[in-house]
């Protein structure tokens, strides 16, 4: 038998095929062309968010197409355009392998891709894939509705599609003047009798038994491998205006929110960056975060030897920072020192001492994690009003900066508080030290011992040794 469809298209054809479509059905044979009008005639429209995936191989070759970039959905006018490339003009023959539902889901989850080939469920997809001289695949076509892979090869190749089986196929007789379009419905799980793996591995079955009957045959193809309509319905946006490349998996970091800058005649004059300004009025207290209130630079002033930086709260209180500047001999260069920061409420002011721990080169800005009127902290309380004594304040990565601002509205380099050799190190390189020498001490007095070159000898007479040797 002979396999010959002709290029003309009948208007009424998806009307006919509805009413035979439940008959066709309950007897399972190729009855007529109508039969497949299902897959052809009844067009329902899907969500613009649904995918499929597409495989596509021939025995002959296919245009070379570029990998998808990772997260692009490939439109069907992009399908289209390339199916008009890769069938041209002149007769081929197309098998379709159309499952009910398909997702690339399933090669994640069924197609071993972990490195266990044994236990994948497409086996046979995978050798022919291989095997192909060339080899199409997208992971995510935009999916239109059931019929719109069918009609669009239909169009392509301008014959009516013929839905075989594998009985079915292995009597066909192929003529190669003419295109062929073959149609082969795979099922999908259906949780009821076999799990989605034997489906889908019964399903590979299936291919691998057409694809051998076609190379018996010693026919040319070209093969498609898709879904009526996607098992998993996943949104997700295209990626074709977005930038595609790895990123580190992180939080989003938020805004950094910009430094305190007090300006004179246009220009910075003092900068102040804090991630907290945490202040207390007693030791049982809550904190209050001042950071979070934008503050008001009246009172502010500078110039060449002093500075002086008032931020002013609605809340009702004022934290002033005074700094000054001066050449020191021994270092042949100007540092700057935070002298005080005060804390105003309620009009009581509350003094703190900074000139002892916060300094630096007058053409840097001073950085510390941690600036607080603890215990050991880097300010001094110096209140002798007992209702301020109880205030504490705690600055988190604290910087500051009240001169030489040559960079703009960028902070010069940072004077951290940490230096690099903390007690800590020291005390370790002193005893490191200390150990070194003493093993050194006693490796140098073990090299000088020497053993006696004469011995007593108890039948003869003993050794004298003269007092001049």
């Given at each position: 038998m002979t396999v010959s469809w002709?290029?003309?298209?009948?208007?009424?054809?998806?009307?006919?095929?509805?009413g035979k479509m439940a008959g066709s059905r309950r007897s399972g044979k190729v009855r007529s062309t109508a039969f497949i009008a299902l897959f052809v005639g009844f067009f329902a429209t899907g969500s613009p968010s649904a995918q499929v995936p597409l495989l596509m191989w021939s025995s002959d070759g296919l245009p070379p197409l570029a990998s998808p970039a990772a997260g692009h959905i490939t439109s069907h006018d992009q399908l289209t355009a390339y199916l008009?490339?890769?069938i041209g003009s002149g007769p081929h023959t197309a098998l379709l392998f159309l499952q009910d539902k398909l997702s690339k889901d399933d090669f994640t989850v069924f197609g071993g891709v972990f490195g266990n080939k044994q236990d994948s469920a497409f086996q046979n997809l995978e050798a022919a894939l291989q095997s192909s001289s060339s080899s199409v695949v997208l992971p995510a076509l935009e999916w239109l509705g059931s019929s719109a892979i069918p009609a669009l090869l239909q169009e392509k190749l301008g014959v009516s599609p013929l839905l075989v089986d594998t009985d079915t196929l292995s009597h066909l007789s192929f003529n190669a003047s003419v295109s062929n379009l073959l149609l082969i419905n795979l099922p999908y799980c259906?949780?009821?009798?076999?799990?989605?793996?034997e489906v889908l591995h019964d399903n590979d079955e299936i291919i691998g038994k057409v694809l051998s009957i076609m190379k018996a045959k010693n026919v040319p193809y070209t093969a498609i491998y898709t879904g009526l309509q996607p098992s998993r319905i996943i949104s997700e946006t295209s990626a074709?205006?977005?930038?595609?490349?790895?990123?580190l998996l992180q939080a989003v970091v938020p805004d950094v929110k910009p430094p305190i800058m007090f300006n004179v005649s246009g220009n910075p004059c003092i900068m102040l960056w804090a991630q907290s300004l945490n202040i207390s009025l007693s030791s049982t207290s809550a904190w209050i975060n001042l950071a979070a209130e934008t503050p008001s630079l009246a009172g502010s002033m500078c110039n060449r030897s002093n500075s002086l930086l008032v931020l002013s709260y609605s809340s009702g209180f004022t934290l002033s920072?005074?700094?000054?500047?001066?050449?020191?001999?021994?270092?042949?260069?100007?540092?700057f020192t935070?002298?005080?920061?005060?804390?105003?409420?309620?009009g009581i002011t509350a003094s703190f001492i900074g000139s002892r721990g916060i300094y630096a080169p007058a053409e840097y800005s001073f950085h510390c994690q941690s600036v607080s009127s603890f215990p050991d902290g880097l300010l001094v309380s110096n209140n002798p009003s007992q209702n301020a004594s109880q205030w504490r304040l705690n600055f988190i990565d604290?910087?500051?900066?009240?001169?030489?601002?040559?960079?703009?509205?960028?902070?010069?380099?940072?004077?951290?508080?940490?230096?690099?050799?903390?007690?800590g190190i020291w005390m370790g390189l002193l005893t490191s030290l200390l150990m070194l020498l003493i093993f050194v001490y006693g490796l140098h007095m073990i090299?000088?011992?020497n053993t006696m070159d004469r011995f007593d000898d108890p039948k003869g007479p003993s050794i004298s040794v003269p007092q001049t040797e």
């Open positions: 002709s290029a003309s298209r009948d208007p009424s054809f998806a009307e006919k095929a509805r008009a490339t890769a259906t949780g009821l009798h076999k799990s989605c793996k074709n205006d977005q930038s595609v490349g790895r990123s920072f005074a700094m000054s500047q001066r050449l020191y001999p021994v270092s042949a260069r100007n540092w935070l002298d005080s920061v005060e804390l105003q409420s309620n604290f910087q500051i900066q009240g001169f030489s601002l040559a960079n703009g509205t960028n902070f010069s380099y940072a004077s951290d508080c940490a230096g690099f050799f903390t007690p090299m000088q011992l």
